[in-house]
């Protein structure tokens, strides 16, 4: 436990003496030692080495003690990976039975816990605490889907015309390794893990550093659900370093990312080096059109969801909203009302609908955009920014911003900010709404709001998105899938096409007649003089 003795806030806003946090009936004693967990160990830096992370609605308090992967770390978490995988240790590769078993307990441990487990997500993220065990939920079901797939991962046979066959056969990559962003960090692991483990893969998973404490949630499930030793290493660490160390390693198969755009492009390079097949799951820039037809309160509440969830800081957010003229004063109206009604708090507190911003960075770039915004002059439908006083003062509060007109071309529309920041857009046409939707280099989703289901088909065709939503926004089903158009990404994660990234496919060619004459065999050889 720990000795340093510091103002902690509770949920009730009270201030103790005492170095824990609570919420309900759980306590937690911070700062957490969160260890390095490697061949099925819960182990220290083989060279000391540690980080801290703060609590972003309370910056003076350190909540974490992370444990930092060296370089001779990184190499015992592949070696180990590698072993189980080659040798198939513990029948890893080829009993799919105890992959489905493992993956079904991981759920049942995290379903249990979510309550718990949501505690811990709020505080490092500065999640809401509603949405926080929603989405540790979210996660378990992930890991239950694909438990019921392990054991139907299914080849194929062709019976050739010349009577022969082949035999189509799908094996796991190998070694996976794994870079997850903090945003949504127990879902965006789960995406990789899951899949990866129904397969018979192994992982070397490297977490962002902003939420060391939801992946040390995630390793400990899954070594309490039986994952034998070395199946998933957990190293944490600078992404520059340790994360680069990790997808460029010759020993790794298969890189699955999720993250920003530009490092996404670093981790395609790097993998070129060796060929690697890798999996990108990067930004966005989605726009949510609505038409003049479109239920504006339905609308309204859809973008407030899909836009300033998290605080805005989710790849699949609306951050530009595309209007029809007819409708455009009376929407933005309203979007701001709605939106200046949010409660931003603690996120320990089931009141607050958005907490802070996940660091001082994060609150630097999204603050630059809106002074960016403000000098360009696009009229500020809802202003807001900064929050000071209070509790403010010690966390990275931003309020969100709605401005108004903004001009397709602008930094404003084109840039992902990842906060609560939305650009409105007027448009005339159609044409004009599905030209301005795909102006961005990004492609992630799409919303769409109209009460005509022909239009809305019509314009979903059109869009350059992995995801449209017709009249919603930010719903994500487990079974269907996603990832992006364009720079939004390479590959799909969740539903049976995030399974197949992880599947190589082989062919087995079995002759079945027997026969010393075959006729392809004579254009080498001729057959009738041996
Ligand atoms: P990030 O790119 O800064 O970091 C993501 C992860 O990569 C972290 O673990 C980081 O340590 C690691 N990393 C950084 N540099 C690296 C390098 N050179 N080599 C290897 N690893 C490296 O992104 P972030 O700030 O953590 O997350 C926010 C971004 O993620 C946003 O752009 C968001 O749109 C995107 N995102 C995309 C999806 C999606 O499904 N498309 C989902 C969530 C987040």
């Keep these: 436990m720990s000795t340093n003795r510091q103002y902690l806030l509770i949920t009730d806003y009270t201030l103790v003496l005492m170095p824990t946090v609570s919420y309900g009936k759980f306590t937690l004693e911070i700062p957490v030692r969160v260890k390095l967990f490697i061949d099925g160990e819960e182990v220290s830096s083989s060279k000391g080495k540690t980080f801290t992370r703060e609590n972003p609605a309370h910056f003076d308090q350190t909540i974490a003690v992370v444990e930092e992967a060296s370089t001779d770390d990184l190499n015992k978490a592949i070696d180990s990976a590698r072993e189980v995988f080659d040798k198939d240790k513990y029948g890893w590769v080829t009993n799919y039975r105890q992959r489905l078993r493992i993956l079904y307990k991981t759920a049942e441990i995290l379903r249990e816990e979510a309550d718990r487990i949501a505690v811990t997500v709020a505080l490092e993220n500065g999640m809401p605490i509603r949405q926080a065990r929603a989405h540790v939920l979210a996660a378990a079901e992930v890991f239950e889907f694909y438990a019921g797939l392990a054991d139907k991962v299914y080849g194929d046979s062709i019976v050739l015309s010349n009577g022969n066959v082949s035999l189509i056969f799908k094996e796991p990559v190998g070694v996976v390794a794994a870079v997850s ?20 893969c192994t992982v070397i998973w490297k977490p962002a550093s902003y939420t060391p404490m939801s992946a040390m949630e995630i390793y400990r499930a899954l070594a309490r659900a039986g ?20 997808v460029k390693h010759p020993k790794v198969d298969y890189v699955s990312f999720t993250g920003e755009t530009t490092t996404g492009k670093l981790i395609m390079q790097q993998a070129a080096a060796g060929v690697k097949r890798i999996g990108l799951e990067l930004g966005g820039k989605n726009p949510g059109a609505v038409f003049d037809d479109a239920s504006i309160e339905e609308t309204v509440r859809a973008i407030v969801f899909g836009g300033l969830r998290n605080a805005g800081q989710a790849c699949g957010a609306i951050s530009r909203v595309l209007v029809h003229e007819s409708v455009h004063e009376k929407l933005v109206n309203r979007l701001a009302e709605v939106a200046k009604d949010l409660v931003i708090g603690y996120p320990l507190d089931d009141n607050t609908d958005m907490g802070p911003l996940v660091s001082k960075a994060q609150e630097e770039k999204v603050l630059g955009y809106i002074d960016f915004g403000k000098k360009a002059g696009f009229k500020v439908a809802l202003d807001g920014g900064k929050l000071s006083g209070g509790i403010y003062d010690k966390g990275y ?13 602008s930094r404003l529309a084109q840039e992902e900010i990842f906060g609560p920041v939305i650009a409105v857009i007027p448009f005339r046409t159609e044409q ?8 961005v280099i990004y492609g992630l989703t799409a919303s769409i709001f109209t009460k005509d289901p022909a239009k809305a088909l019509r314009v979903a065709r059109k869009l350059q998105a992995g995801t449209v939503w017709i009249n919603d926004a930010y719903t994500q089903p487990t079974e269907g899938i996603w990832g992006g158009y364009k720079q939004s990404g390479i590959g799909r994660e969740l539903g049976l096409y995030g399974l197949e990234e992880f599947l190589e496919i082989k062919q087995v060619y079995v002759d079945t007649t027997g026969s010393l004459d075959r006729p392809h065999w004579r254009t080498v050889m001729k057959i009738d003089k041996l």
């Design 397 to 409: 509060f931003v309020s969100p911003v709605i401005f108004d007109n903004v001009d397709p071309r």
């Design 227 to 246: 994952l034998p030793k070395g199946v998933v290493s957990v190293i944490y660490g600078p992404g520059a370093t340790v994360g680069n160390d990790l």
């Design 432 to 439: 004009e709404a599905i030209e301005i939707a795909n102006s």
């Design 181 to 200: 962003p903090w945003n949504f960090p127990m879902t965006q692991a789960a995406r990789k893990i899951a899949p990866a483990l129904a397969t018979g």
